[in-house]
């Protein structure tokens, strides 16, 4: 706990496993989709697959003197990757969380979220840290533009599943994903049973390929998307991806979000052309083994 002026108190609380997490956060992770995507991409896969490698659940609790009933004012999950998956929330909210898992010595293997949070989190964490990326999150605010490539969308099937394999291999690779326990072909056969990808079909071969995946809060968020090197600059990844945004509002209308590399002027472009508009700046950072104190 810990208070300030006497004015509010702030208590972190562990939860056993997402779906308990989900039931106290869920109003508060539906307020703010955009912010709230990378959380709620994780929550989502594990309410849906189940937890299976030491996840860790998280929720920061505000209330003010005599209150009855304190607020969610900030969630987190530490993944599979023992990366700690940040929702938007209050400056202070974040230097407490870090203080919390400092004390409780839990293990980290870095920390992903808002810029200015992560800044705020290391701070009071107070453990040495690398910057592993920089990432524009951007929403799609019009139309989606499918420019001129030609072509149609195939959903990916089982049939698929070496293509696939192979180019999120990769796309990781090129990416610089940090590596997580459960290997590549169970998460990918999962998400292909999930509907997740989608082909850019030229000729009748794949030339793209493309993941979109459906949110709480009438939400939707777009990744991966590849296309190999040799089909590169001839529009695919920006036709794949228009068509996934589409695909993925099947069911209604949805705010569709994804996440660039800062230092990867290209695709920024693509996704400029495509509809989507910049709207924050989020990082990863690595933490390093010995503490900073």
Known sequence: RFCV????????????????????????LSHDPANNTQILSSITRLLDRGAHCSERYFAVLESVPLGVVATVVGAAIRVDSKTLICSAMPTNAARFLGIFLRANDVPLAGVSGRSDLLSAFTKSFDVAHDIHSYRMLYQLTSEPNFGRAPGGLRAVTLADINLVIEWYRAFEIEAGITAVPAPLEQRVHMSILENTY??????????????????????????????????????????????ASLQVQNDGPRTVFLFTDAANPASNKTYQRIGFRHIADHAHWLFQSTPAR
């Not at 006497?6 to 106290?24: F, I």
């Not at 071969?205 to 990744?223: D, E, H, N, Q, Y």
């Open 5 to 28: 002026a006497g004015v509010w108190q702030m208590t972190v609380v562990e939860h056993h496993d997402a779906p308990t997490l989900w039931r106290e956060a869920e109003a508060f």
């Open 198 to 243: 989608s082909f850019w079909i030229h000729n009748g071969t794949p030339v793209a390929m493309a993941g979109a995946r459906k949110l709480p809060a009438s939400s939707a968020r777009i990744g991966p998307v590849y296309t190999p090197p040799g089909l590169r600059g001839r529009g695919y990844a920006q036709a794949v991806t228009a068509a």
